[in-house]
């Protein structure tokens, strides 16, 4: 269906997000059609999951919004100051080995993963990341999340639970971590972002 409309020239997709919610294809998209929905939309969030099926984002609410914020920002602090490798927002496309097309909350590559990095500028970055981090919101699901955590090697990930107030540490070849309650608790960038700690604090929800 998502796919047909791609040749619809009156079609604003972006109305329908923001009407309906996140938008998910029925039938597997190829890569191509994938690349030309994004180019087409390229406002929009979307993934494609390894089997072809693609997901369209609607926008987060104000609480995944400000955590969403709240962590990019004290990512990018820590950045300036080491100056190390590359730092990736939301809408950066990762086009990963096993064929799915994803992006997170925040994601870093060293200067080592940038440099065999095939892409251009105009592509979406074609080799996994060394970290990312994802704070669930209220519509997604749990399971969903844990299993993107997995995917394709990434060395340290972060998935943060604010609703549970749990934090599930993803270390590559290794059993999950799973950290609960927030209060007083920091995540540690360890080897991977060295010199980083992150305030679980800083993701309790306000009533």
């Given at each position: 269906?998502?796919?047909?409309?791609?040749?619809?020239?009156?079609?604003?997709?972006?109305?329908?997000?923001?009407?309906?919610?996140?938008?998910?294809?029925?039938?597997?998209?190829?890569?191509?059609?994938?690349?030309?929905?994004?180019?087409?939309?390229?406002?929009?969030?979307?993934?494609?999951?390894?089997?072809?099926?693609?997901?369209?984002?609607?926008?987060?609410?104000?609480?995944?919004?400000?955590?969403?914020?709240?962590?990019?920002?004290?990512?990018?602090?820590?950045?300036?100051?080491?100056?190390?490798?590359?730092?990736?927002?939301?809408?950066?496309?990762?086009?990963?080995?096993?064929?799915?097309?994803?992006?997170?909350d925040?994601?870093?590559?060293?200067?080592?993963?940038?440099?065999?990095?095939?892409?251009?500028?105009?592509?979406?970055i074609?080799?996994?990341?060394?970290?990312?981090?994802?704070?669930?919101?209220?519509?997604d699901?749990?399971?969903?999340?844990?299993?993107?955590?997995?995917?394709?090697?990434?060395?340290?990930?972060?998935?943060?639970?604010?609703?549970?107030?749990?934090?599930?540490?993803?270390?590559?070849?290794?059993?999950?971590?799973?950290?609960?309650?927030?209060?007083?608790?920091?995540?540690?960038?360890?080897?991977?972002?060295?010199?980083?700690?992150?305030?679980?604090?800083?993701?309790?929800?306000k009533?």
């Amino acid at each position: 269906m998502v796919a047909e409309l791609l040749d619809k020239e009156t079609f604003s997709l972006e109305d329908a997000v923001v009407r309906l919610g996140a938008i998910s294809s029925d039938e597997p998209m190829s890569k191509e059609q994938f690349i030309r929905l994004s180019e087409r939309f390229p406002d929009l969030r979307m993934e494609r999951e390894a089997d072809g099926k693609v997901l369209i984002m609607s926008p987060v609410k104000k609480g995944s919004g400000r955590r969403e914020s709240r962590l990019f920002g004290l990512l990018a602090l820590w950045y300036e100051k080491f100056n190390s490798g590359e730092l990736f927002g939301p809408s950066s496309g990762f086009n990963l080995p096993d064929g799915s097309f994803k992006a997170a909350d925040v994601a870093w590559l060293s200067d080592e993963s940038l440099a065999a990095d095939p892409a251009s500028e105009e592509e979406f970055i074609q080799i996994v990341p060394d970290f990312v981090a994802e704070i669930r919101s209220a519509t997604d699901r749990l399971k969903k999340s844990q299993q993107k955590m997995t995917d394709n090697g990434v060395r340290l990930a972060w998935l943060i639970d604010p609703y549970e107030e749990k934090a599930y540490i993803y270390r590559q070849g290794r059993e999950v971590e799973i950290v609960e309650g927030f209060d007083s608790k920091k995540l540690s960038g360890e080897d991977v972002l060295p010199g980083f700690e992150f305030p679980l604090e800083a993701m309790k929800r306000k009533t």
